[in-house]
């Protein structure tokens, strides 16, 4: 963190030349997006639910496999779904209806089918929204928010925000290396007579730095709009190779749903 | 802890999708009149705050740590309405570049941490400081109620939305006790961080509490008397 370029938001970009590196930001977004919606609309109980996850799963890791994305990148992508995790493993326990004895344990098992449908559903959004993470770089994905028509004041303060994260981050980390310089272990609750100062200082600091950054625009001529040049024209072909992934997914479940 | 894709049925996304919308168009035109022209920048520092110090783990004791979600503390700081964006925006930035959250579930995640946790957290936090005395102990106070609540009150949401739209089965009151439960100790955990930062910002910069702007005073600058005149002569 914070050594080398991007810092703390950076983190997650790969560098790399693919043509999912290559795409126009706002594709990207809108085919991760309707990658996820297929996903989410598989019903959970249906017989060939886990086909369709099977399906979605090999699209998605091919996805990774030509943007260069390594497993270990995906895998730790996933680590943000360890709460979910937890959740899952009690719905079987905690669920009504008929129970199965697994392994000893009598479990539900609308619980169990329904642990496992959001488990594969989660675990397949995360990756793809991993690959676009590892492919797009934070400021690109503002431009796509804003090609998407998000509201401009959100695009201002989500660029503003991209810009000072590591500036706000690298202050936090200066504070907690002088801190822990001069010998301070937070180990129990008196710590937050430290800690909480801290954060207050950090408040103070970012607030005023961010009424500097005010007088600076206005002083270079901002009169509320951010100047952006002319939008780029996205060949068609662009739109089809963005929309493989939501589109052969959608194969997939209306594959199952005819077929199945 | 957010909720990712596919946790809640097609309508309930949906429909919070909806709330989220309509809540950040009002807070938009609110932060407005909190911060005027200077809500782009502002917010934004804001929010990068609010992604830094949730990056920050404090202790709560017995040897775990916790780290603070800050829609209470922030809507006491910069006003309700510049904190649901500020919320809306780490909330976006979470799902899009660490899969924290899923894309069809930000709905439902602003719906949870930015409306609900603000709103009942500033809140609370108005209602008890009409109540409590106008003071510093008061104003920490109320925060502190509001940041305690704000958490509970938004995982019993999530419950609801879960007994709306959940894809599973399950016993209600189990579910809702037990995410109560958990989030009560959490909201402990919040409040205390919570008052902790709120009072460090107090003793150095009380104009910038939006929430306690009744503590503010012009300054006593009372003219005194002229000096007797005890000149030579």
């Not at chain 1, 905690?94 to 619980?111: C, F, K, T, Y």
């Not at chain 1, 009424?211 to 780029?232: D, I, K, N, Q, W």
């Amino acid at each position: 963190m914070g050594a080398g370029h991007g810092g703390v938001l950076g983190a997650a970009y790969v560098a790399g030349d693919s043509p999912a590196h290559r795409l126009e930001p706002h594709l990207k977004l809108v085919a991760v997006l309707g990658f996820a919606l297929v996903v989410v609309a598989t019903p959970v109980h249906a017989p060939w639910a886990w086909a369709a996850y099977g399906g979605y799963l090999a699209l998605v890791l091919g996805v990774a496999a030509v943007a260069g994305v390594r497993p270990g990148r995906l895998a730790r992508g996933l680590v943000v779904e360890v709460p979910f995790v937890v959740f899952a493993l009690l719905l079987p326990v905690v669920a009504r209806g008929p129970r199965v004895d697994v392994l000893g344990l009598s479990l539900s098992e609308s619980g169990l089918a329904a642990a496992g449908g959001l488990l594969a559903k989660a675990t397949l959004s995360v990756l793809a929204a991993t690959v676009l993470a590892a492919t797009t770089q934070p400021r690109e994905l503002v431009r796509g928010l804003e090609r998407l028509r998000l509201p401009s004041v959100l695009v201002q303060i989500l660029m503003f925000m991209f810009r000072y994260a590591d500036v706000v981050g690298g202050e936090l980390r200066r504070m907690r290396v002088a801190r822990e310089s001069r010998g301070f272990r937070g180990r129990h609750v008196g710590a937050l007579r430290v800690l909480g100062p801290a954060a207050g200082s950090l408040f103070i600091r970012s607030y005023e730095r961010g009424e500097r950054v005010h007088l600076a625009m206005l002083s270079r001529g901002y009169t509320g709009r951010m100047p952006s040049g002319p939008a780029a024209v996205v060949p068609a072909q662009a739109w089809l190779t963005a929309l493989a992934l939501p589109l052969a997914a959608g194969a997939v479940l209306a594959s199952g749903l005819l077929l199945g | 802890m957010h909720v990712p894709d596919g946790f809640l049925d097609a309508p309930t996304s949906v429909a919070t999708g909806v709330v989220a919308a309509g809540t950040v168009a009002l807070a938009l035109r609110g932060a407005r009149r909190e911060l005027d022209e200077r809500t782009a920048p502002l917010a934004g520092l804001t929010a990068a705050f609010v992604f830094a110090v949730q990056m920050m783990n404090f202790p709560v004791g017995a040897g775990t740590s916790g780290h603070l979600i800050g829609g209470a503390l922030t809507a006491v700081l910069v006003g309700p309405w510049t904190a649901v964006l500020c919320m809306t925006v780490v909330l976006l930035v979470q799902a899009l570049l660490f899969a924290d959250g899923g894309l069809t579930a930000l709905g439902t995640n602003v719906s949870l941490m930015g409306l609900v946790a603000v709103g009942v957290g500033y809140g609370a936090f108005r209602l008890l400081r009409a109540v409590l005395p106008r003071t510093r102990t008061g104003v920490l106070t109320a925060a502190g109620i509001g940041a305690f609540l704000s958490v509970p009150a938004s995982a019993l949401t999530f419950v609801g939305l879960f007994a709306l739209g959940g894809v599973a089965d399950v016993p209600l009151g189990t579910v809702a006790t037990a995410m109560g439960g958990i989030h009560v100790l959490i909201g402990l955990g919040e409040a205390a961080i919570s008052v902790a930062v709120l009072g460090a910002v107090l003793a150095v910069r009380p104009d910038l509490v939006h929430g306690a702007a009744a503590l503010r005073r012009p300054a006593d600058l009372a003219r005194r008397s002229a000096p007797a005149e005890v000149g030579v002569r």
